[in-house]
């Protein structure tokens, strides 16, 4: 048994079936003798324990009894997530997954691969390095290692490899105490190391690295690219001899504790290293956000055009003055689960008021030529949005404008108008943003427009505005909601049973919860809190086994995920309560999700035309 397949702790796993049209029909439909039935794996109450509940579709005894033998193996106990820094093992496991291969060369590719790799990053000859040991195989047996069938397009391969190098200052086991290193410390002042030997820089819980095609480092999260020349070549490196052989593409390698992503958006490349327990599904989802933001930056075509004339072009010169937004859009994706949803926050506001500011906003693009979006923010949160008929704002574009308007400090003083690039609506030209705060408050308009000369348009635009948020009371009602709803406790909700929540509204692409309380207040519980999300999520949304509803218990709380057509619920509940109880609580959660729908989401979405 592999390192990977190997768990600490048992869970108790409920996987309900798909076809169920509510928690309590899943639950309550179950009969005993039935092939639902759960199958119970108990030690002592101290202990996690596995069950499973209905199986898949055309399931027989005998599969059922592979499939809770596979669940045995399952790496994803609350146990474990709390812990997940912690490791305790002989030996690293290296797994690097690529596009299928014959089976007949795994082996020979395999060991290539592995051994170019080891020489390409220890600059040595062959007689020098060390030939790692291989093991290959065509495809994954979900028997033997569920958790990385769960991740896998059909059909992967696999390569695992052992060697004492690899092994060398990372099998150690580390506290979350080194995991929590505060990423705006300065690293020390050790130029005559590279920052691979410095452990303040080794410990961080996410890495994020760009390079172009040819090695030349273009942004890092911690450290200084000049320092990680060495680092992005061998990176650089590892992706050209696996994309280079039999038309593979790198896409993921994972260590104990550690995986280690792949975007590969021609002319860059994008990495990423990540302690958090998140898939490397998920990770990918984060390089897409950095790619985006360089696009919104330069364009599509420009970053094209830049690389075929001048393939060792260095890239800092053209993303000069914005590392300081691209660092806060990288820390904003350990704050914010809604990346991971696809989906903005939304303020909540009294439904009037909302409609008040829809209205004025929409009157306030009737007659502008040119306009395409608007919208108004309020502290990462989304207020209000505009558009002209027609066009949709992607929730990605959003995100990157909130975080361009919420970092510049530059922009809270005056009115500001830049080009901006916004890669879901059009990667291969600018929109000209037009930003302006409501009267210093944290309020901010924006509106998007194709014409460059729209400028003075738009501040008489806001100007009339501005005016009339002010003479109707709006802007006033509006900083008064943010102090009394906008952060709401999940108290409000009246279920006893919960703890905290995150609730996507699928058809407005939005998302709320309430503000994290106990047992999860400091920085510590948060991080736990977030791992809680992160692993229901990369369940759910499996790509070879997704489940509409999974609950996961220990002694310490109970998780519930529940996707549908129309919504995502994310949960976390008392852990003594009983399955009819969680039942009761998450119905009774529904009922006043759809009660204050009005207030949490902008449904109606405006047009102008």
Known sequence: MSDIEHVEGRVREIHLAAESATILDAVENLSPGSISEPCFDVTDSSNDVVVVVGGFPGSTESSRGSFSRTLHHSSGSITQIRAANVVDVDQQTVIARTERVPAKEASDYGEEMVRKVHMRSRGGSMEKSEILTTETVSCVDVDVEEDVADENVEGPLHVECTSSYLQEGVTQPHSDQQDEVDSSKPLPDQEELDYTQIPEWRNQRRQLFVFSNSGKPVYTRHGDEDRLVTLCGVMQAIVSVV???????????????????????????????????????????????????????????????????????????????????????????????GFLLGAVRCMPLPPPLRESINSLLTHSCQKTPNLVFALVIAKRQLISVTRLKKYILHPSDIRILINLVDTSDSFKTAEAWIPICLPKFDAGGFLHAYIHYLRESPVCLIYLAVDPSLFHSLAQSSANFVSKMESSGNLDSVLAAMSSTAFYTVQQTSVVELRHFVYKASSAAQLTSPVIGHPYVDEEGRQILRGFYRYLHRKMHCPTRAAKIIVVTSNTEMLLGWVSGTFELYAVLEPSITKHQAVLAIEKLMRWMKKEESQLFTINSQVFS
Not at 257 to 280: C, H, Q
């Open 243 to 337: 994309n280079d052989t039999n038309d593979n593409q790198l896409w993921s390698m994972r260590a104990i504790g550690t995986t280690i992503s792949f975007l590969i958006r021609t002319p860059l490349v994008l990495v990423t290293v990540a302690k958090t327990g998140e898939s490397d599904r998920q990770l990918v989802l984060y390089l897409n956000y950095v790619y985006d933001f360089i696009i919104s930056v330069l364009t599509a075509p420009q970053l094209s055009r830049i690389f075929i004339r001048y393939p060792n072009f260095d890239l800092r010169r053209m993303l000069s003055g914005t590392e300081k937004i691209l660092d806060r859009l990288v820390d904003w994706f350990d704050e914010d689960f």
